[in-house]
């Protein structure tokens, strides 16, 4: 067997497992947007020409995009099934938690600044991954600090100061903490 | 040659010389993970470089960009993972020699090649440069219009076997773009009443979502795994030099990464193939292509290192952006109020020599680098999987939420990042939706203005590189369904293709 046969290999790709499931979903997506066209946008009547309607990019792209989805997901159809459908859309479904602990984080920031929340976070989320021991708690808080002192200490990235440090008594280490981490 | 040297002088500050250490450095570290590409770190870092100067920011990305792949060929070579996607062909000559114990020679070719590629399509453009900033005045509203059209036409053409998706994913990369308040007629579009709609989805918000969010999802959710490798031993400045044995090849292949990389939505993997083959086909021992061939691993390298500088070409003097990585330094020029297009080749060509004499200078600090670092960095990709998930998730963070501090950013980066991972898992592209949000942006503006002259369609394509870029639409078009037809009469099994060789998608 050669491994590249044709020029078409290099670009070509092959279906997985829940390959119907996205099919399905996303057309049903593009078919909602399509249908709501016509109340989601303005039609402008005043000398404006087709090109520079308000709605011509939306119709254009939701018509191309109602479309291919419906193509693809013919070819779902007309495919032979792949087993592994379900376990596919649990893998899918995992993949939440992780987008919880990061909106958790995300919301946390706010409240205790910065430093602490990222410590916080790579050390609670590295033990839940299975990173329990004294050294991988160190390498987990030391790689927070460093971002946070990178980041906002040095680099000044827009990161408001947490509410958290409101409470510490006025004065130099307050303000230092506020600019700084 | 006045331009060229105050292009030299731009250059001769200290802080750009440290974004230019540090881009290079942690390009190659960033590379040679496997797991995170360029796009992850250029994604993260794009917000960052905003409160910079549009020049050191730009240096400390492109030099991610071309020296990612230097570091992606260590991976690859050793442990036949690829460190980058673009790394991928190496791993079909470069695993077998070091599985023949000859290591130290593949990385030694392997950087080599890298590097002449590098060297040979700069300085290709810097020769090239005046003759671009003669021609690129000839883009109009239309012709730009035109380039951006054929761009994602490219880019949905070059997804064989999955066209259709790749389709449907630019389309709606081109709808995300035309939501909120339009700026011409200032009307809603598509905010279902949702105030936070009404600005619109930033192009950052995405991207850091379908690169950077998605790649951690992806690490958090698989299975653990800490690839094993091995030391490196013996003079890798000799086993560099050897490269100089196959110039002939490492030309050819800087050649195609220059024509390939000039051509938006085409890149490296079209520019990988023609080097290959052109080696191949020129070959005295063509059969050992696949199975550990010297020369099989310069054409790969060499060709993939000259794109990162002719991609540049499309984005500086027309402003659109070929891929994903040139789409996300778009963004710094907006930012900083530089329009790329036609006149920054005109007015300001000392500072597009500025951006290639970067280029030529991360080249040699790469190359330097190199020649001590392999072992070093033999233990830097040896960390944990998930671990490496939940560094990116914590530096996707600075990236989405310093943008506007907006809760609401990061939770529509975080619905991008689980789209992100399902698209993967589907083996399906991310590039068309962030093309398509770039370049969708792009045709809305410049039709608009080009029609105010176009009173018949014709009109659209009288001008002769509008009729040649028109003309090429067709053509690819047209093309490609005839390949599609002559593939399916000449009905070759399935299990006559290497499935995996594309695996842009998991990086």
């Known amino acids: 067997m050669r491994r590249l046969q044709t020029f078409q290999d290099l670009f070509k790709r092959y279906r997985r497992p829940g390959d119907m499931v996205f099919a399905l979903a996303f057309f049903a ?13 303005t039609w402008v009547e005043k000398r404006t020409a087709l090109f520079a309607q308000p ?11 109602t479309l291919f989805a419906a193509l693809h997901l013919a070819g779902a159809v007309v495919s032979q099934r792949i087993p592994g459908r379900l ?51 160190g390498v987990a808080a030391v790689f927070a600090i460093a971002t946070v002192v990178i980041f906002k200490g040095l680099l000044q990235v827009k990161i408001p100061a947490g509410e958290i440090y409101g409470l510490l008594p006025p004065g130099a280490f307050r303000s230092f903490m506020m600019t700084y981490l | 040659m006045d331009a060229f040297l105050s292009g030299l002088d731009l250059l001769a500050r200290l802080d750009v010389a440290f974004a230019l250490l540090i881009g290079s450095i942690g390009g190659v570290i960033i590379g040679a993970i496997p797991g995170v590409g360029p796009a992850v770190a250029i994604a993260i870092l794009l917000p960052a470089t905003f409160s910079l100067d549009p020049l050191v920011g730009l240096t400390m990305l492109l030099g991610i960009y071309g020296s990612s792949m230097f570091g992606g060929a260590l991976p690859a070579i050793l442990i036949n993972t690829p460190g980058t996607a673009v790394n991928a062909l190496t791993t079909y000559d470069g695993h077998p020699m070091t599985k023949r114990g000859e290591a130290l020679r593949a990385l030694g070719l392997a950087y080599g090649a890298s590097f002449m590629g ?69 009307t809603q579009r598509f905010t279902f009443g949702q105030e936070w709609l009404a600005s619109g989805v930033n192009l950052i918000v995405v991207v850091l979502g379908l690169f950077a969010l998605s790649q951690a999802f992806v690490l958090l959710t698989d299975p653990e795994s800490a690839p094993d490798t091995q030391r490196i031993k013996g003079s890798m400045g000799r086993a560099m030099r050897e490269v100089f044995r196959h110039k002939r090849i490492a030309a050819a292949g800087s050649g195609f990464g ?8 085409v890149g490296e993997f079209t520019a ?12 005295k021992d063509p059969d050992a292509f696949g199975n550990g061939s010297p020369e099989g691993l310069v054409a790969s390298e060499s060709a993939n290192n000259a794109v990162p500088a002719a991609a540049m070409i499309p984005l500086l003097a027309l402003g659109i952006p070929g891929e994903a990585l040139t789409a996300m330094m778009l963004s710094v020029f907006y930012v900083h109020n530089v329009i790329p297009g036609p006149g920054l080749f005109q007015n300001q060509l000392d500072f597009v020599y500025a951006l290639y004499i970067a280029m030529i200078a991360l080249n040699v600090i790469v190359v330097v680098f190199m020649l001590f670092a392999s072992n070093w960095l033999m233990k830097i990709i040896r960390v944990p999987t998930r671990f490496l998930g939940v560094t990116i998730l914590t530096l996707s963070f600075v990236g989405v939420y310093s943008l506007r501090n907006s809760i609401t950013d990061c939770a529509i980066a975080a619905g991008f990042g689980v789209f992100g991972l399902i698209l993967k898992r589907q083996n399906l592209p991310v590039v068309p939706i962030v093309l398509g949000m770039v370049l969708g942006g792009i045709m809305e503006v410049k039709l608009r203005s080009a029609m105010a002259r176009v009173k018949t369609p014709l009109d659209f394509v009288d001008r002769p590189i509008a009729a040649m870029l028109a003309l090429a639409i067709v053509a690819l078009i047209v093309l ?3 390949g599609v037809i002559r593939e399916h009469r000449n009905n070759l099994p399935e299990d006559a293709h290497d499935h995996d060789i594309h695996d842009s998608q998991t990086r």
Do not use: D
């Open chain 1, 87 to 137: 376990a596919e859309a649990l893998y899918w479904a995992r993949s939440l938690e992780y987008a919880g602990w990061f909106m958790a984080y995300v919301l946390l920031v706010p409240w205790i600044g910065y430093l602490l929340a990222t410590i916080a976070f790579c050390c609670v989320l590295a033990f839940r991954l299975g990173y329990r021991s004294a050294r991988w708690m």
């Open chain 2, 272 to 283: 990988q193939f023609l080097s290959y083959t052109y080696a191949q086909k020129t070959s």
């Open chain 2, 258 to 265: 220059v024509l390939m990389g000039m051509i938006p939505g």
């Open chain 1, 55 to 65: 709605a011509f990019w939306p119709a254009i792209s939701l018509g191309l995009m």
């Open chain 2, 480 to 482: 490609h369904v005839r």
């Open chain 2, 118 to 186: 590098g060297i040979l399509s700069i300085v290709a453009l810097i020769l090239f440069a005046p003759l671009l900033a003669k021609i690129a005045p000839m883009f109009g509203s239309r012709e730009i219009f035109l380039a951006a059209l054929l761009g994602l036409v490219l880019v949905v053409l070059a997804h064989r076997g999955q066209t259709f998706a790749a389709g449907m994913l630019a389309a709606f990369g081109v709808f995300l773009q035309t939501v909120g308040l339009e700026p011409v007629k200032y």
């Open chain 1, 29 to 41: 997506f593009a078919l909602f947007l399509l249908l709501n066209l016509p109340f989601q946008t």
